[in-house]
């Protein structure tokens, strides 16, 4: 071995012969299948540090399941369809999608997307993931599209989707639709304004609002039936300020009487309680904003402007005709759109829906039936579908996406569909198969012009990893219940309410099943500001192909191993230098190991393997035992704790040492007893790699390389099942006496340290004080005591009274060590 570890060598070479020689591929790993529905990353820009640690704790789990004897299928994706990606084209090639026209668009968005893919694919490559690259996909391919296009026509002809002019969540500046799962919660200040408007017999009313600039829109006014001071306004109308609208004055339950005056204007729409109003009341359409996101030439003086302008222009005229109040300045939350973080609005549009309300009681039943890692997460679930007010709505106003496979008789309204063999089919590129209406004839036909919200399709990502993995014509068969639910989905907890609800809606909508029988929920990397850490934020100093430069992968994948399960965690360079000092000593440690191994060939287990020996080899079945209950919950951190704890503490601080004096002074041992101790070292080393291949797979990888792959005949260690090396040893009888061999050891080295004294220094006495049963084990051991504490002579005394010190008589050394019970 060299002396020091290459790992610029390693992670050039070693993914390459992985991919060459199919590593991880599911044939070369028989077994019982284990299938990972991997979280397909945007692809709108470059991927970060936060990328990196959910996607590499992913992979431990995935290269732990195969070592244990799964087939682990684990096929990896790429969303590159919607608005993401729209928005990112749209700002690296400085175009916009209006100017040069649909079909210019999207051939640039697959361009700029298929050059991102690669980009991608290199660098989780080198950050060692086990993908199997021969099961990939795109949410735009051919396939994705096919899937997805099927997908909506099942459901559409199952009563599951429908069409209708609704009030829709709209985002002005993205100019699209969304949904109510792609909205957070922002506190933002603003103003409470008292503005005057006037009752039927010329009283004033006074109406508090935040909204001031939607006056145009407002419709009625409301008070609560019980609200005394208003009753005798029923039936009776109000004038809208400045625009002198006549409106109704009517009662209703959901008005707060405490807030604000009590009375209460309706606009079409300032939020999700006007919209109830307005079907509630039947009252009348009267919008004020563009599809833009500026208002429309109807609102006189606000015409051409944007919100904030539009707000500021309103305030000015009521001030002028002495109409405003009062003004108390507020904070309040307000729904901003998660991609732009802009307010959004709300338009009505004829819109495709996912019926999800009538369902909710099911989708809270289904989440009891999926193991959830950690289990407090279920709750976020939970409390979000409990909270759902509208069904989802899945169309989007943009040029790039999946297109509705529909055409639309303008004639007698009749939504026609296309045969299923027709797919995948762009309608704006593609007359309707059928040449005419089937019910009226009419060839006055249309096509749909939305595209596909991208969570429609990253809603079936079970289903496309199936039809990977079978090559169905039909991947919402029954046989797709052999392949769903797949094993695990892991993802981070802000995609609970999207991801992870809309992939449970579409398994049971299509199979009556759930899409996996795990989910295990990762956290983000905060900014030094404790922000999340991604693309859209701009706040990403830590490039990780910069890192890459100055850090190993392996110690990179020690640092994401470090986070708690769905725990958030802050980037910490610390944590890096401490997996740099592991990669060095692990390579130390064997290169230690490797003369005395090089020519050794390991047969069956010694009978007789000395207590230092049987020591460590039921302290790594004991690691093992808790490696193994910790990845059982998920818990791939606790489970490095266990391994470094071994590592460190038993392997190279007492078991290297307690081995040193047998491995280089031969001689003086009988060749039973050298034999079993490179036995043992044999053995505990290759488990030694075992344990740490999933977190660091280069360098057990060229470990394996130098001193195992030969004498093992498995070409890769991620390929050496932990059957084939773990087994299962107890010693109990060597536990008890290691305990007082290492505390003595232990106890020397202070001695020598806190005096300054290299641990090599002879000691011509080493006095041990303990009691009879401690004197007599120990008795037996005294030349490996000799030879780790360079002692020359050791005592024994049977006292309760001993003194642990070290002094110096002339030129000579005295230690005595206390063992107390």
Not at 375 to 390: A, G, H, L
Not at 419 to 430: G, H, N, R
Not at 492 to 519: G, N
Not at 584 to 593: D, E, G, H, I, P
């Amino acid at each position: 071995m060299d002396k020091k570890y290459n790992n610029t060598a390693a992670e050039t070479d070693l993914p390459i012969r992985w991919e060459q020689e199919k590593t991880y591929s599911i044939t070369h790993n028989p077994g019982e299948q284990y299938s990972i529905d991997t979280p397909p990353p945007t692809v709108s820009g470059s991927l970060h540090i936060g990328h990196i640690f959910s996607y590499t704790q992913t992979d431990i789990t995935a290269r732990y399941k195969r070592m244990s004897g799964y087939s682990v299928f684990y096929p990896f994706g790429f969303d590159d369809n919607g608005l993401p990606t729209e928005r990112y084209v749209e700002k690296k090639a400085k175009v916009r999608p209006h100017e040069v026209g649909r079909s210019e668009f999207i051939t640039l968005c697959l361009e700029q997307t298929k050059e991102a893919e690669q980009q991608f694919k290199s660098l989780w490559q080198r950050i060692g993931l086990s993908v199997d690259w021969d099961y990939w996909y795109s949410t735009i391919s051919k396939e994705a599209r096919k899937i997805s296009q099927l997908s909506f026509l099942k459901l559409y002809k199952d009563g599951y989707i429908y069409q209708k002019d609704e009030p829709a969540i709209y985002c002005p500046t993205c100019r699209t639709t969304v949904a109510q799962a792609e909205l957070d919660d922002q506190e933002k200040p603003s103003f409470f304004n008292d503005i005057i408007f006037k009752a039927q017999d010329g009283s004033d009313l006074i109406i508090g609002t935040t909204r001031p600039e939607l006056l145009y829109s407002t419709s009625a006014l409301l008070y609560h039936p019980d609200d005394a001071r208003y009753q005798h306004l029923k039936g009776t109308k109000a004038t809208v300020p400045i625009y002198n609208t006549e409106i109704p004055i009517l009662e209703d339950e959901l008005v707060e009487i405490e807030k604000g005056t009590g009375l209460v204007m309706v606009s079409t729409f300032g939020d999700q309680t006007d919209i109830i109003w307005y079907k509630k009341h039947n009252l009348p359409l009267r919008l004020s904003i563009g599809l833009d996101g500026k208002w429309i030439p109807e609102t006189g003086i606000l015409a051409g402007l944007r919100t904030a302008a539009a707000r500021e222009k309103i305030i000015e005229e009521l001030k002028t005709r002495e109409l405003l109040v009062d003004q108390k300045a507020i904070s309040h939350s307000v729904n901003v759109h998660e991609r732009c973080k802009k307010e959004i609005e709300y338009a009505v549009l004829t819109q495709w829906f996912v019926k999800i309300l009538e369902h909710k009681q099911t989708f809270i039943d289904l989440a009891d039936q999926i193991e959830w890692y950690p289990s407090f997460m279920k709750s976020r679930y939970t409390n979000w579908v409990e909270n759902v007010k509208w069904d989802w709505c899945i169309s989007r106003q943009r040029f790039y996406g999946i297109p509705f496979p529909v055409w639309h008789c303008n004639d007698c309204k009749e939504i026609l569909l296309p045969d299923e063999k027709d797919l995948p089919i762009d309608p704006q590129e593609t007359s309707f198969p059928g040449k005419s209406c089937s019910s009226c004839k009419s060839e006055n036909i249309t096509p749909d012009t939305d595209v596909m919200d991208t969570w429609n399709t990253s809603s079936l990502t079970p289903y496309i990893c199936y039809n990977l993995f079978s090559k169905k014509e039909d991947p919402f068969s029954k046989e797709a219940l052999e392949f769903i639910p797949m094993g695990m989905r892991p993802q981070a907890h802000d995609i609970i309410r999207t991801w992870a609800f809309y992939t449970i809606i579409k398994s049971w909508m299509h199979s009556k099943t759930i899409p996996w029988k795990q989910i295990v929920i990762s956290g983000h990397v905060l900014s030094n500001e404790k922000e999340k850490i991604s693309k859209s934020k701009g706040n990403n100093p830590l490039d990780p192909e910069n890192l890459l430069q100055k850090y190993s992968a392996d110690v990179i994948r020690y640092w994401t191993a470090s986070g708690s399960l769905g725990q958030d965690i802050s980037f910490s360079e610390t944590q890096l230098k401490i997996g740099q000092k592991l990669v060095t000593k692990l390579w130390n440690a064997f290169r230690f190991a490797e003369p005395h191994l090089q020519d050794f060939s390991p047969k069956e287990a010694p009978k007789d393997l000395g207590v230092v020996n049987e020591w460590l080899l039921d302290r790594i079945s004991t690691t093992f035992e808790k490696y193994q209950s910790y990845f059982a919950k998920h818990e791939f951190g606790l489970a490095l704790q266990v391994v470094e704890q071994f590592f460190w503490t038993d392997f190279c601080d007492n078991y290297l040492e307690l081995i040193k004096n047998q491995l280089f002074n031969p001689d003086e041992y009988a060749p039973e007893e050298v034999y079993a101790t490179k036995w043992t070292l044999y053995t505990v080393g290759l488990r030694i790699l075992q344990l740490y291949a999933p977190y660091l797979p280069y360098v057990t990888e060229t470990i394996y390389d130098e001193l195992y792959k030969k004498q093992v005949g498995i070409s890769s260690i991620h390929q050496n099942k932990f059957t084939a090396a773990q087994k299962k040893y107890r010693f109990e009888h060597a536990r008890e006496i290691m305990s007082s061999i290492n505390f003595i050891v232990s106890e020397v080295r202070k001695l020598k340290t806190n005096l300054q004294l290299s641990l090599k220094t002879p000691l011509a006495f080493l006095t041990i004080t303990s009691d009879q049963n401690v004197m007599k084990q120990l008795s037996n051991h005294e030349q490996l005591l000799k030879g780790v504490t360079q002692a020359e002579e050791i005592t024994h005394i049977v006292s309760e009274n001993g003194k642990t010190l070290l002094s110096k008589e002339g030129e000579k050394w005295h230690a005595s060590v206390a063992i107390k019970k």
